[in-house]
């Protein structure tokens, strides 16, 4: 066990769940979109949706998208911050079913028109599992760095891809797959030690059956 599981991070506070949690969720949807958000729609379910404004969740979420980490002084002034960034700001309760009580629903848009959808969870002491990006299964906690390939369901991706992370130094210690149907369209989340070759995004995605390749470092 680290010892902040049991302190809690360095943090602007006054929750690790609905502070220090919620700017990891805002950094991971930030990371997916790649670039600076002009537009961002953030769901608040549960505990999230009831104590957002008391616990300033509204204000880490936002943080996290601006790209600001969770012992950021400018945290607690950050949505005076995306307003002078011009980001277009929405909140809105959600209901899902069987989520956890801290779960956010975020969606960003860049200037260029590419949008991300990330639904993710606060789960304590400053630690967050991601459950769904852009309407797909893909379960990770960014504490590690990260790989979510969109790929053509079809004998041998798998191989391929792990075949080309191997001959790269790369060692996997956590591999989830997720399709919507046979044949369709697949994704898979894959979690890696430290020390991964930069750049091995762009190897993954010139493999004929691979649509798309994100790497997200570690937060």
Same mark, same amino acid.
């Given at each position: 066990? &680290?010892?902040?599981?049991?302190?809690?991070?360095?943090?602007?506070?006054?929750? $690790?769940?609905?502070?220090? /949690?919620?700017?990891?969720? /805002?950094?991971?949807?930030?990371?997916? !979109?790649?670039?600076?958000?002009?537009?961002? $729609?953030?769901?608040?379910?549960? $505990?999230?949706?009831?104590?957002?404004?008391?616990?300033?969740?509204?204000?880490?979420?936002?943080?996290?998208?601006?790209?600001? =980490?969770? %012992?950021?002084?400018?945290?607690?002034?950050?949505?005076?911050?995306?307003?002078?960034?011009?980001?277009?700001?929405?909140?809105?309760?959600?209901?899902?079913?069987? *989520?956890?009580? &801290?779960?956010?629903?975020?969606?960003?848009?860049?200037?260029?028109?590419?949008?991300?959808?990330?639904?993710?969870?606060?789960?304590?002491?400053? &630690?967050? =599992?991601?459950? +769904?990006?852009?309407?797909?299964?893909?379960?990770?906690?960014?504490?590690?760095?990260?790989?979510?390939?969109?790929?053509? %369901?079809?004998?041998?991706?798998?191989?391929?891809?792990?075949?080309? !992370? $191997?001959?790269?130094?790369? &060692?996997?210690?956590?591999?989830?797959?997720?399709?919507?149907? +046979?044949?369709?369209?697949?994704?898979?989340?894959?979690?890696?030690? *430290?020390?991964?070759?930069?750049?091995? %995004?762009?190897?993954?995605?010139?493999?004929?059956?691979?649509?798309?390749?994100?790497?997200?470092?570690?937060?």
């Amino acid at each position: 066990m &680290n010892v902040f599981d049991i302190i809690g991070p360095v943090m602007i506070g006054p929750s $690790s769940s609905h502070t220090a /949690g919620a700017v990891r969720l /805002g950094l991971v949807a930030r990371q997916l !979109l790649g670039g600076e958000p002009v537009e961002a $729609s953030i769901g608040l379910c549960g $505990s999230f949706a009831r104590t957002y404004k008391g616990h300033g969740t509204d204000r880490a979420l936002v943080a996290g998208i601006l790209g600001l =980490r969770q %012992d950021d002084e400018r945290l607690r002034g950050s949505l005076e911050l995306a307003a002078q960034r011009g980001l277009k700001l929405s909140l809105r309760e959600v209901e899902l079913e069987d *989520a956890h009580p &801290n779960t956010a629903v975020i969606e960003l848009t860049d200037a260029k028109g590419k949008s991300v959808r990330l639904e993710g969870a606060s789960i304590g002491g400053g &630690n967050v =599992r991601i459950s +769904r990006v852009n309407g797909l299964p893909a379960v990770f906690t960014g504490e590690r760095p990260t790989l979510l390939v969109l790929h053509r %369901d079809e004998p041998g991706v798998i191989a391929a891809v792990a075949d080309r !992370l $191997s001959r790269q130094g790369a &060692n996997i210690c956590s591999f989830q797959l997720a399709r919507l149907q +046979r044949g369709g369209l697949a994704v898979m989340t894959i979690e890696m030690d *430290a020390g991964v070759p930069e750049r091995m %995004d762009e190897g993954l995605s010139t493999l004929p059956q691979v649509l798309s390749c994100t790497y997200l470092a570690p937060i």
